[in-house]
């Protein structure tokens, strides 16, 4: 177990533990590294996976996977897992030490709805058929991001999830849960409402995430239902009913253009600017 640092007291103008008792990361309340010095002991070893398709792998891949290797878990094995229509489109980037990188190939759907909800399909396979024998912790990220500071192993933990930027400070009866009482996803209310940019955790139990959030997205296909943000309102449903063991603060996945960035010390990760009317397909 990792000891906080002495400061962490300092930071009595954020939340720094959920009601269940788990750690909300913020900068100031741990010491990095201690925390690498432990996994580095323990062996401990990270897949990522991020899926860029279609236009998302020209616009947003390299910067992504360039500043990944200049902050995500320096230190520790890392394998990328990209998942991709387009493999001979990936450009090559040079890998730092236990540094590696596979690429998949997946089908283009026509909505870019579809290609968001049926990635916890995709993931879930590929931790059954090679992640979980290769490796302790898995992250899942979406590819229009860019890191800017240390994201490093005090993020490890048995199931991981991230506070949305967006919502933070925003009263509860605003937090954008799903409504439709159709749907397997509905929430009146919640502890947090997380954003499905970053997932992760123990191989083990982001199967068991990913698993019950697509069998709830057929459910709700077969029941002609479509939740309001996707496979992110089925994940905060799952959050809701499966509390996460650590939570990461909007530092870990911060958007310039939210506002109020008062309690944002390190910004580690930042969204990048989105084209959402070039970038994604519909029908």
């Given at each position: 177990?990792?000891?906080?640092?002495?400061?962490?007291?300092?930071?009595?103008?954020?939340?720094?533990?959920?009601?269940?008792?788990?750690?909300?990361?913020?900068?100031?309340?741990?010491?990095?590294?201690?925390?690498?010095?432990?996994?580095?002991?323990l062996?401990?070893?990270?897949?990522?996976?991020?899926?860029?398709?279609?236009?998302y792998?020209?616009?947003?891949?390299?910067?992504?996977?360039?500043?990944?290797?200049?902050?995500?878990?320096?230190?520790?094995?890392?394998?990328?897992?990209?998942?991709?229509?387009?493999?001979?489109?990936?450009?090559?980037?040079?890998?730092?030490?236990?540094r590696?990188?596979?690429?998949i190939?997946?089908?283009?759907?026509?909505?870019?709805?579809?290609?968001?909800?049926?990635?916890?399909?995709?993931?879930?396979?590929?931790?059954?058929?090679?992640?979980?024998?290769?490796?302790?912790?898995?992250?899942?990220?979406?590819?229009?991001?860019?890191f800017?500071?240390?994201?490093?192993?005090?993020?490890?933990?048995?199931?991981?999830?991230?506070?949305?930027?967006?919502?933070?400070?925003?009263?509860?009866?605003?937090?954008?849960?799903?409504?439709?009482?159709?749907?397997?996803?509905?929430?009146?209310?919640?502890?947090?409402?997380?954003?499905?940019?970053?997932?992760?955790?123990?191989?083990?139990?982001?199967?068991?995430?990913?698993?019950?959030?697509?069998?709830?997205?057929?459910?709700?296909?077969?029941n002609?239902?479509?939740?309001?943000?996707?496979?992110?309102?089925?994940?905060?449903?799952?959050?809701?009913?499966?509390?996460?063991?650590?939570?990461?603060?909007?530092?870990?996945?911060?958007?310039?253009?939210?506002?109020?960035?008062?309690?944002i010390?390190?910004?580690?990760?930042r969204?990048?600017?989105?084209?959402?009317?070039?970038?994604?397909?519909?029908?």
């Amino acid at each position: 177990m990792v000891r906080r640092c002495a400061a962490y007291r300092a930071r009595q103008q954020v939340k720094t533990i959920t009601s269940w008792n788990g750690p909300i990361m913020w900068n100031g309340i741990f010491d990095g590294k201690a925390y690498d010095e432990l996994h580095i002991q323990l062996r401990s070893s990270v897949a990522l996976t991020v899926f860029a398709v279609g236009r998302y792998l020209d616009a947003y891949y390299k910067d992504f996977l360039t500043s990944a290797e200049q902050h995500f878990m320096l230190g520790l094995p890392v394998t990328y897992y990209v998942f991709t229509d387009s493999p001979e489109k990936v450009p090559q980037i040079k890998l730092g030490p236990q540094r590696s990188l596979k690429v998949i190939k997946v089908k283009m759907y026509t909505r870019w709805q579809d290609i968001s909800m049926m990635r916890m399909s995709m993931i879930s396979d590929l931790i059954e058929s090679e992640i979980a024998s290769n490796f302790r912790y898995i992250f899942c990220f979406d590819v229009d991001q860019v890191f800017e500071a240390r994201f490093g192993s005090e993020a490890l933990g048995d199931s991981v999830a991230l506070i949305h930027a967006g919502f933070y400070k925003a009263p509860k009866e605003e937090w954008s849960y799903d409504r439709n009482k159709k749907s397997t996803a509905f929430m009146e209310t919640g502890d947090f409402y997380y954003h499905a940019a970053i997932f992760g955790g123990l191989c083990a139990n982001v199967k068991n995430l990913t698993d019950a959030c697509y069998l709830s997205i057929m459910e709700d296909k077969i029941n002609d239902v479509e939740a309001v943000w996707h496979d992110e309102s089925h994940l905060n449903k799952y959050f809701w009913l499966n509390k996460p063991s650590k939570l990461l603060p909007p530092e870990y996945c911060w958007n310039y253009g939210m506002g109020d960035k008062s309690n944002i010390k390190i910004v580690r990760l930042r969204w990048a600017p989105k084209h959402y009317d070039t970038l994604r397909t519909n029908v």
